[in-house]
């Protein structure tokens, strides 16, 4: 008896729990092994020189006991930099955030991917590979399109492997004989169009975080994902034109027509109403807008989400391959900004501004926009009605709210620092 429970204490002694190892101390073998090493909360870093097992960013951990401390619960091997999330959400897999952040941040929001399938064929008896797919043949293959599977470029290890899987698959969906399918087809649920386009995104953002790629792979792939989105916003002015909104957290759309006047865009922690009242307009049209978190492009403590505005005057939308075919005389907007309780106690309305920043997310303007705030309503507006200028680049017209102090340096935690293409050492630099 006494020897069986000398045995217990020593086995419990020696034992180490899921999540307790920091990565530093695992090797090649052993990080990223199995539960006890690394796994979900390691990873090995072939970049380094040396070569290490490193410890994951915070929201691309899995495995929530790594980032615990303090209480009655083993301290995990990841709580020097990350906090366990008080709520975790089942909808997404994120279970860790940066340490006091308090809160998972909507553009680092991971959604479960799955590998079944083929990155480069449909799935089914006989998969047809993406080059040969033909939409236009029937709603049946139609069908077949959409179970082409974007998470498996995740696999991929070469950056040019990687943009050449994702490339392939948005450029399909952007051939004009595909598209003109999904924009008509009575049965072309939006839905479809909006999942490759976060998939896109999603992968995009931790491919670039765990591998450091460089800007050219989001030149690449971002200009495409961003026209898969206007797309898919075409698509929605069709299938139900007096409204459409939907959140995907990392990407947001809607879409109304010009004749209800505004539209409210739902950021994490923000609202923003665009109210075009004083518009007026010889002929109906819509108002098409996608918003997305700067964060997952490394542009951190702005006020509000990015906002795509795509104006379009006419009773149907028309996809063109230029896509410049927005309504430049789309004025008069009045942006109403509202905070939620708690977000922020004040706002200096001396340093609310208006940025309008390039399709490629690599040129920020202010537009010298001046708002005014009311710190018992907790709103900002515009002092007057605003005239968009000309879009940057020909296609969007992409703005965002910020204080002149937004992307401050020491603010950047690691992976907001290579999303940002900074180094990260300790700090971002
Ligand atoms: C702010 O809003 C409150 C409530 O509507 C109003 O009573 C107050 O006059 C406003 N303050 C300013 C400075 O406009």
């Not at 073998?29 to 290490?52: F, K, M, Q």
């Not at 978190?293 to 391959?321: A, H, K, M």
Request: hydrophobic share 35%.
């Amino acid at each position: 008896m006494f020897v069986l429970i000398f045995i217990f204490i020593i086995t419990l002694q020696a034992s180490t729990y899921v999540g307790q190892s920091p990565c530093s101390t695992l090797t090649i073998a052993n990080c990223g092994a199995n539960a006890h090493n690394g796994e979900g909360w390691c990873y090995w870093d072939s970049l380094l020189t040396p070569p290490a097992c490193v410890t994951l960013p915070c929201y691309l951990i899995d495995e929530v006991a790594a980032c615990r401390a303090g209480g009655s619960l083993i301290t995990g091997g990841a709580f020097t930099e990350c906090d366990s999330l008080d709520t975790i959400s089942l909808e997404y897999d994120n279970v860790c955030c940066d340490k006091g952040l308090g809160k998972l941040s909507h553009g680092l929001v991971r959604f479960p991917m799955n590998f079944d399938g083929y990155v480069d064929s449909t799935n089914n008896d006989i998969p047809t590979p993406i080059s040969v797919l033909d939409i236009t043949i029937s709603v049946k293959e139609m069908f077949k399109l959409y179970t082409i599977n974007p998470w498996l470029a995740y696999k991929e290890l070469s950056e040019s492997q990687f943009e050449s899987k994702l490339k392939a698959i948005l450029e399909k969906y952007l051939e004009q004989s595909t598209r003109d399918v999904l924009l008509t087809e009575p049965k072309s649920h939006p839905f479809y169009i909006e999942r490759t386009v976060y998939q896109c995104l999603q992968l995009l953002r931790d491919w670039t975080v765990i591998h450091k790629s460089s800007d050219s792979l989001r030149y690449a792939i971002l200009p495409k994902i961003w026209s898969l989105a206007l797309i898919a916003l075409t698509r929605m002015t069709k299938f139900q034109p007096n409204y459409y909104q939907s959140h995907h957290y990392i990407i947001n759309f809607a879409i109304i027509p010009y004749f209800k006047n505004y539209i409210k865009i739902l950021g994490q922690g923000h609202t923003l109403t665009i109210d075009w009242s004083s518009f007026f307009y010889n002929s109906n049209g819509f108002m098409m807008v996608y918003s997305y978190p700067p964060e997952q492009f490394g542009i951190i403590n702005t006020y509000t989400d990015v906002f795509c505005i795509r104006p379009f005057q006419g009773s149907t939308v028309t996809y063109i391959e230029s896509e410049n075919n927005y309504d430049s005389s789309f004025s008069q907007i009045k942006f109403t900004y509202y905070w939620l309780e708690g977000t922020y106690s004040s706002i200096d309305e001396t340093k609310v501004k208006l940025f309008q920043i390039t399709d490629d997310t690599s040129t920020i303007t202010d537009t010298l926009v001046v708002f005014t705030c009311n710190q018992s309503q907790r709103i900002c507006t515009n002092t007057g009605n605003f005239q968009p200028a000309p879009p940057l680049d020909g296609k969007g017209q992409n703005y965002f709210l910020a204080p002149d102090t937004y992307n401050s340096l020491s603010d950047f935690k690691r992976a907001q620092c290579i999303l940002a293409y900074k180094t990260w050492t300790t700090v971002c630099t």
